[in-house]
């Protein structure tokens, strides 16, 4: 047994195109050249966008968040891991100090010495960041430790901490002559002082009982007793004898503290969000004790992010900020006091109600105007403050009710979350604000699963992620690469998640720690050429969905778009009231927005996170009507006729509104509709059509991107079972365009050789497995003679210009090209296809080390006659760590030869592999089809197969970690298969 440490390289790359299908990927791409490049005599044409989709730039690649133990950290250690991250493959990494795991550990990290801020965990960020310098990566930087942004400079009783208001409560009858209520809430540990700011009386409706939640109030009884109240006492006669409500409002620190374990000393206290205070407690901490000139320096060189996570502020009683009221007033032209116990909450329960009509516009305006002061107080100063540093801003701008839409647009990168996020529609409110606001990048926290600690697949993960580019994705920051170890880590070693409340915890730790990582610069790879290709151009979209508020995480999709849309290739994302100011929302040529998403029609309906009500604000509405009188088409779902402003209205406001819905209903190219089910005949009627078109329903998803001389198509098979195999449609944007299939796993580009122009559209056929993308890219410029249809499996196009059709069933095929001819090929015949049962099995058994972070191996080995789950194989029941399968077959002439080719099949694969053919290295293979083309690596009599196989380390932890670890299932590892070699002829059709 010795201690192992395993980082493997590529090895020699195979070109295993073989059209646009099974094993086409998507890919990353700088901008291109106007047309494809001059070839060669008798070679296949080359585009000039090629080379950089081969070989993406490190700014496009993933990144990982890089979970620390706050400062305890070693220097060495940062840069040895910083190489790791470099030579899989990655672009960046975010680091986060985040230490749930350590939670109720008997060795906790010595944060006077070692806290986030202190003077080891700045010498940590320097190392890191001057080793990332050399290697070429981005560093992200969280804003504090964990999350919500914190520092160690406040109290709770400070002005800049987060603040709450706390009510109190007494009821009575007839005349109340007492104390002013205290909060119902305790304080936090820590906060000592609170101010009143109002004391009030309200009438509770008759019917209702004193203890009924929310407490029925009669809202035009509200009476005003902070005046009487000057002494702590209120004395006051209820003008009847009804039951009344003495309510106290106080004001006070919420003592929020940063998630996790202690991060500092003294302890670090959540800062107000939508104060200018709490917004310069953040910067002026890291002024005075992170940035030294060296790490100034060293931040600028590396071009990263200030990264701050979702808005989780959190409070027992009512969200609150200094001065509130008076914005309140400012902003909505209304006084809030009188509406006050409307918004008041306990536990995330809302306390009183007047009526649901009140209730929902002052709760609506009271969450605008926090969304204004959560821009103006803290997301613009500090993308100002990052910007003088030369870093961009990276935020996750939702977790309370706020326009997360609107905070999109204004920042330099918004981000969503796949774990936090219900479903697409969710990342379409975030790309919806960034395409308005003119911006490049949507992140994601991408790969956390609940309960996946240890045991998350690459495969898993990347059928979720890929349908996340759908949506408007393109940068993925994974969750997440754990330092190695920390005090109380056990084996594999630290994590940021695992343990967790006594489970297995969330996220997966990938790393060197995980058998699967010598496979993972494959992935980086895979996942680098799609994002530089959805990170080129500009991001373009069908239809605008107008959402009267602009939250995000709701998982409440599209009208229609959403459940039928979709499937037939339409593409769409949502906008706010806001998004129509914006200075790029304009509209030219009907397209709204025309130099970003070039939206061809608005849709409005009702507000969905109120039933569909029909709510909107004037001014919106005189927007609505500006851009439809400019151009742009429109539907509007619904009877307006009831249409009301979302907000407390002022005299009047109703009316006109839906005078101005009358008047915007009356301009041409405005279509009312009944209800969601009519949208497509309003489409048909306004002759609009998705620029991507599917004559079926269909899981396959797409996202478009928009070049000056190349349009780019991402697609992904959104299905976890149903195979997708029918044209598709795609609008050619220049009268002549060649169509180029990119395969996102080995970089391979290809001219598409079956296509068809029909009108203003290219139609071609993909072919998906379950999970499995494919990217085509429409290049400016005529190309070769191709195929418009063939009755073989496929036609191809050689490194040599050749055009051949394959197919795996023997006979004549006949091929129409787009010169007019009409060519008859012949495959000849063909051998059985071989499935391999035999193979010798080498396992090497990954158990805990010397220290936590590293490991020792056992072998095993093992010849099976049968492939078998290792869980069903005797003695690798609980093993985890890599497998060396090799099979060894003759093959006879009808194998080799000018005219055939074959596949090899994997079938069922856990969890990561490569391949080996007679000593020469497949690469890479498709993780997540696990088909590759070995023809031209067969050889006529014996041949060698080797896959190497990796695991996750759940079924070892299983038995190493049992309290945490031990009530989970053992995962199926291992090449389960069938495997299968499948042999293909080939017969060229013409020279090109």
């Known amino acids: 047994m010795t201690d192992a440490h395993h980082m493997s390289t590529d090895g020699p790359r195979r070109r295993t195109l073989l059209g646009l299908g099974a094993a086409a990927g998507a890919a990353a791409l700088l901008p291109a050249a106007a047309a494809p490049a001059t070839a060669a005599p008798g070679t296949a044409p080359r585009p000039g966008f090629a080379a950089a989709f081969a070989s993406p730039d490190r700014a496009v690649r993933p990144k990982f968040r890089w979970w620390w133990p706050d400062g305890r950290v070693d220097p060495a250690e940062l840069a040895r891991e910083v190489d790791q991250i470099a030579d899989a493959g990655f672009g960046g990494v975010e680091v986060a100090a985040v230490t749930h795991s350590l939670a109720g550990s008997s060795r906790p990290i010595d944060v006077e010495r070692y806290g986030w801020g202190t003077a080891a965990w700045v010498a940590g960020l320097e190392s890191a960041l001057r080793q990332a310098d050399r290697r070429g990566l981005t560093v992200d930087v969280t804003i504090g430790p964990a999350w919500p942004a914190a520092v160690p400079t406040l109290t709770p009783d400070d002005a800049a901490a987060a603040r709450e208001l706390a009510h109190g409560l007494a009821t009575f009858q007839g005349s109340y002559a007492g104390p002013v209520p205290?909060?119902?809430?305790?304080?936090?540990?820590?906060?000592?002082?609170?101010?009143?700011?109002?004391?009030?009386?309200?009438?509770?409706?008759?019917?209702?009982?004193?203890?009924?939640?929310?407490?029925?109030?009669?809202?035009?009884?509200?009476?005003?007793?902070?005046?009487?109240?000057?002494?702590?006492?209120?004395?006051?006669?209820?003008?009847?004898?009804?039951?009344?409500?003495?309510?106290?409002?106080?004001?006070?620190?919420?003592?929020?503290?940063?998630?996790?374990?202690?991060?500092?000393?003294?302890?670090?206290?959540?800062?107000?969000?939508?104060?200018?205070?709490?917004?310069?407690?953040?910067?002026?901490?890291?002024?005075?004790?992170?940035?030294?000139?060296?790490v100034r320096e060293l931040l600028r060189r590396a071009g990263g992010a200030l990264f701050e996570d979702s808005l989780e502020i959190e409070t027992d009683a009512t969200l609150w900020t200094p001065g509130l009221d008076g914005e309140f007033e400012r902003r909505i032209g209304h006084a809030l006091p009188p509406y006050l116990a409307a918004v008041v909450e306990k536990d995330e329960k809302y306390v009183f109600t007047f009526d649901a009509a009140t209730d929902k516009a002052v709760r609506r305006d009271y969450m605008q105007v926090v969304t204004d002061l959560y821009l103006e107080h803290h997301l613009l100063p500090l993308r100002a403050w990052a910007h003088s540093l030369g870093l961009v801003l990276r935020v996750q701008p939702y977790g309370l009710e706020t326009d997360a839409i609107h905070s999109a647009s204004l920042l330099d990168i918004p981000e969503g979350e796949s774990l936090g996020f219900k479903n697409l529609d969710d990342f379409r409110c975030l790309a919806g604000g960034r395409d308005i606001g003119g911006g490049r990048v949507l992140s994601n926290?991408?790969?956390?699963?609940?309960?996946?600690?240890?045991?998350?697949?690459?495969?898993?993960?990347?059928?979720?992620?890929?349908?996340?580019?759908?949506?408007?994705?393109?940068?993925?920051?994974?969750?997440?690469?754990?330092?190695?170890?920390?005090?109380?880590?056990?084996?594999?070693?630290?994590?940021?998640?695992?343990?967790?409340?006594?489970?297995?915890?969330?996220?997966?730790?990938?790393?060197?720690?995980?058998p699967a990582w010598r496979h993972v610069p494959d992935v980086a790879g895979y996942l680098g050429r799609i994002q530089g290709v959805l990170q080129t151009g500009t991001h373009r979209v069908d239809v605008a969905v107008l959402r009267q508020k602009g939250y995000a995480g709701s998982g409440l999709g599209a009208p229609w778009f959403t459940s039928d849309g979709v499937p037939l290739g339409w593409t769409h994302t949502f906008l706010g009231p806001r998004s129509l100011g914006l200075p790029g929302a304009v509209v030219r040529d009907g397209r709204l927005a025309p130099d970003g998403p070039a939206y061809q029609v608005l849709v409005l309906e009702g507000d969905v996170m109120i039933g569909r009500e029909h709510t909107l604000e004037p001014a919106t509405a005189r927007r609505l009507i500006e851009l439809a009188e400019d151009g742009l088409p429109m539907i509007v779902v619904g009877d307006w006729s009831d249409g009301h402003v979302p907000g407390l209205p002022h005299d009047g406001d109703n009316e006109r509104l839906r005078a101005l819905i009358t008047r915007l209903l009356a301009v041409p190219g405005v279509r009312a509709v009944a209800d969601r089910p009519d949208i497509p005949a309003a489409l048909a009627a306004l002759n609009i059509r998705p620029e991507v078109a599917y004559a079926a329903r269909s899981p396959l998803l797409h996202s478009h991107r928009s070049a000056p001389d190349v349009a780019y198509h991402f697609f992904a098979n959104g299905s976890a079972s149903e195979t997708v195999d029918h044209e598709v449609a795609i609008v050619a944007p220049w009268a002549k365009a060649t169509p180029y299939a990119l395969d996102a796993w080995t970089g391979a580009v290809a001219p598409i050789a079956v296509h068809r122009r029909e009108g203003d559209r290219i139609t071609l056929r993909i072919t998906?497995?379950?999970?499995?993308?494919?990217?085509?890219?429409?290049?400016?410029?005529?190309?070769?003679?191709?195929?418009?249809?063939?009755?073989?499996?496929?036609?191809?196009?050689?490194?040599?210009?050749?055009?051949?059709?394959?197919?795996?069933?023997?006979?004549?095929?006949?091929?129409?090209?787009?010169?007019?001819?009409?060519?008859?090929?012949?495959?000849?015949?063909?051998?059985?296809?071989?499935?391999?049962?035999?193979?010798?099995?080498?396992?090497?058994?990954?158990?805990?080390?010397?220290?936590?972070?590293?490991?020792?191996?056992?072998?095993?080995?093992?010849?099976?006659?049968?492939?078998?789950?290792?869980?069903?194989?005797?003695?690798?029941?609980?093993?985890?760590?890599?497998?060396?399968?090799?099979?060894?077959?003759?093959?006879?002439?009808?194998?080799?030869?000018?005219?055939?080719?074959?596949?090899?099949?994997?079938?069922?694969?856990?969890?990561?592999?490569?391949?080996?053919?007679?000593?020469?290295?497949?690469?890479?293979?498709?993780?997540?089809?696990?088909?590759?083309?070995?023809?031209?690596?067969?050889?006529?009599?014996?041949?060698?197969?080797?896959?190497?196989?990796?695991?996750?380390?759940?079924?070892?932890l299983r038995t190493v970690r049992p309290a945490e670890f031990g009530a989970a299932q053992r995962q199926r590892y291992g090449l389960i298969g069938p495997v299968r070699l499948v042999p293909y002829g080939r017969a060229v059709v013409s020279g090109g």
């Open 445 to 514: 926290e991408a790969g956390a699963t609940a309960g996946g600690a240890y045991a998350t697949t690459w495969d898993a993960t990347l059928r979720k992620l890929v349908t996340q580019y759908c949506a408007g994705v393109n940068q993925a920051v994974l969750h997440g690469f754990g330092y190695a170890t920390a005090p109380g880590a056990a084996w594999p070693g630290f994590a940021a998640f695992s343990p967790y409340h006594g489970g297995p915890g969330y996220g997966e730790a990938w790393g060197p720690r995980a």
């Open 768 to 956: 998906l497995a379950p999970g499995a993308t494919t990217l085509v890219a429409l290049a400016r410029g005529a190309g070769p003679v191709h195929a418009v249809s063939t009755g073989a499996e496929s036609v191809r196009r050689t490194d040599q210009g050749v055009l051949e059709v394959v197919d795996a069933r023997p006979g004549a095929r006949e091929t129409v090209l787009s010169d007019g001819r009409t060519v008859v090929t012949h495959i000849g015949a063909l051998p059985a296809p071989l499935t391999l049962d035999r193979w010798s099995l080498r396992v090497a058994d990954w158990r805990p080390g010397r220290t936590p972070d590293r490991h020792v191996t056992v072998d095993h080995r093992l010849s099976l006659d049968a492939l078998a789950a290792w869980p069903d194989i005797p003695g690798l029941e609980d093993v985890s760590g890599v497998g060396r399968y090799r099979a060894t077959v003759r093959l006879g002439r009808g194998w080799t030869g000018a005219g055939t080719g074959a596949r090899l099949e994997l079938g069922e694969v856990f969890d990561t592999c490569r391949v080996t053919v007679n000593g020469t290295a497949v690469g890479p293979v498709d993780q997540v089809t696990g088909v590759v083309d070995v023809g031209d690596l067969l050889r006529r009599g014996e041949n060698t197969l080797e896959v190497e196989v990796a695991t996750t380390l759940l079924n070892r």
């Open 182 to 294: 205290p909060p119902v809430v305790d304080a936090a540990e820590g906060v000592t002082a609170r101010r009143l700011l109002w004391v009030q009386a309200a009438r509770i409706r008759e019917g209702a009982t004193a203890d009924q939640v929310p407490l029925p109030l009669d809202r035009d009884s509200v009476t005003d007793l902070t005046p009487r109240a000057g002494d702590g006492n209120v004395r006051w006669t209820a003008p009847d004898d009804g039951r009344w409500a003495l309510i106290s409002y106080w004001e006070r620190g919420s003592g929020q503290r940063p998630e996790g374990p202690a991060h500092t000393s003294p302890l670090a206290y959540v800062v107000d969000h939508f104060s200018a205070a709490g917004t310069r407690a953040v910067t002026d901490f890291w002024e005075r004790h992170i940035l030294t000139r060296r």
